[in-house]
């Protein structure tokens, strides 16, 4: 059955198919390989993205801007300070006034309610560029990365090694949905909340997979194709980082850690990355990582993403 995702908001995970996701990563992977001919097409021509933050970023601004010049598309940044989401007007009439204008709306933000009003309020397709909740752009980039060096994404085994946060939940949900074995190994305290893993449990179900949490790193890291982690506290949680820093020892992607992965376990992050802390420096340089090849691949999967929901 063909996919078509015209139209349609990337607020969450759960929003996609096993089959969505696919197709995202298949049309990634041909517009990575492709570039003269994506520029020609120009699939975004006379097309604009707004891209709204609340928080700052690299890779989130910068892939969005480059990946829609490159499809032929012009990108807004707002900063923090432009709009005042929240404060200035309602995320309501941001949305429906945004919508007047452009063609697509990404926006970074701290409560998930945000990027849900943005998404029920916009006329236009909405996508989250990381909230408190989820980031699914950077999941559809990770999971990008691992096609390309496995050629497959279901059948697999990943482990999550660190806080249980956006990026975690993200992960469990792509990973029911695609068809991959997954655990969080979290420190007690900071596992992704019972109700979240259920949810990702359920859907779980509907491929034959098994999502986990463990407290034990190298338990949950035993027999994995890949090893991901993140920072130990996020945008947000700037004022807990010391006192996080006790409990997240040993909760650290390096070389005695591996030992439990594959031999040839890729190495994930999202970055930014806090060396010495959630991942050593020498293991994010290890040949098996992975971490700036996800990195890049956010401009890619993006792009596909936005020509399938905006084309
Ligand atoms: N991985 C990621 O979203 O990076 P930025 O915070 O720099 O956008
Ligand atoms: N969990 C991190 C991811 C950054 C890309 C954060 O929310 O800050």
Redesign the pocket.
Known sequence: MAVNLSGRNLISMRDLSGTEILAIVALAEKLKANREATEREAPLKNKTLVMIFQK??????VSFEAGTTRLGGHAIYLAPADIKLGQRETTEDIAIVVSRYADIIMARVFGHDIVEDLGKYAGVPVING?SDFE?PC?ILADFLAIYERRGRLDGMSGCYIGDGNNVANSLMFGAARVGMNFTVAAPPGFEPKPEVVGEAQKMARETGVTIRVTNDPAEGARGADWLYTDVWASMGQEGEAEARKAKFQGFQINAELMKHAKPDAIILH???AHYGEEIDYETSRAPNSAIFDQAEN?MHAQNALMVMLAG
Request: net charge positive; charged share 25%; proline share 15%.
């Open positions: 700052p970023s690299l890779r989130t601004r990381l980031h950077q999202c970055l930014p956010r």
